[in-house]
């Protein structure tokens, strides 16, 4: 594979900055770590958990570049993209998985990734995302991802902060998801059919969708967490005819 002429510019990477791969699967890291080296990094630590990145940063003092795997055994290494952002914040972070889930990208953005790329694409494109962000850009899939199956591995847990809903909006959103129609809403939570029917429109326009089975589809594998200021819906039952215009 020839070296990314972007890369190479001394303005990109000076010298004797390093890279920071945390990744659990060592085939992954080492693989990433000799993409990094020809990319004229003098060096390229790889590590399996949050833990060894932490401790390599506190010797090895703040990265340049770190790639870190969203899913870190049965944690999301969103926490880890906080974590070396506020220890770091000159360090450039791309997030990698495997996990095609449709609201990775988003949580990674949220987490204060610069960038994400999915480990099924091709290593051109991984050159491309380094080269962006080391030129203090961003890098994200210009489409969302597909939605994942309720059947998939992984269960991804999003703020409303996150979706990019206010409180009300996710709680209203949040009985959408569970087949309540306007009016059921609108009585539970004490509002006019006309507030209801407004923070379904900003909700649905908040996850680029066009209809309320757009959402439940687009929304299916996500676990929606509502902000501690909305009261809890968790012993509402959508109603066996629900309808779901």
């Not at 450039?92 to 960038?115: E, F, N, Y």
């Not at 290593?123 to 850009?137: C, D, F, I, N, T």
Request: aromatic share 4%; proline share 8%; hydrophobic share 45%.
């Amino acid at each position: 594979m020839h070296s990314h002429p972007l890369l190479t510019d001394s303005s990109c990477l000076q010298s004797g900055r390093y890279a920071l791969v945390i990744d659990d699967h060592p085939l992954t890291a080492m693989g990433v770590s000799e993409f990094l080296k020809q990319f004229g990094l003098s060096e390229v630590h790889a590590v399996a958990d949050a833990g060894e990145g932490l401790q390599c940063m506190a010797g090895r003092g703040s990265p340049h570049l770190a790639i870190v795997d969203f899913w870190l055994g049965a944690s999301a290494g969103t926490d880890v993209v906080r974590e070396i952002r506020t220890l770091a914040p000159a360090c450039r972070v791309l997030m990698t998985s495997g996990d095609t889930h449709g609201a990775i990208a988003l949580k990674a953005r949220a987490a204060g990734a610069h960038g994400f790329v999915l480990k099924s694409q091709p290593p051109q494109v991984l050159q491309q995302a380094v080269a962006a962000l080391l030129r203090g850009e961003t890098w994200f899939p210009a489409a969302p991802l597909a939605p994942q199956s309720p059947g998939g591995a992984h269960a991804i847990r999003m703020t409303a902060a996150e979706l990019g809903l206010t409180p009300r909006q996710a709680q209203v959103l949040d009985l959408v998801l569970r087949g309540l129609p306007n009016p059921s809403i609108a009585q539970l939570l004490h509002l006019s059919p006309h507030t209801v029917k407004e923070h379904v429109a900003g909700a649905l326009q908040r996850l680029g969708v066009h209809s309320r089975i757009d959402a439940i589809t687009r929304m299916q594998g996500i676990a929606l967490e509502l902000p501690p200021s909305v009261p809890p819906t968790d012993t509402v039952q959508a109603p066996a005819t629900a309808s779901l215009r």
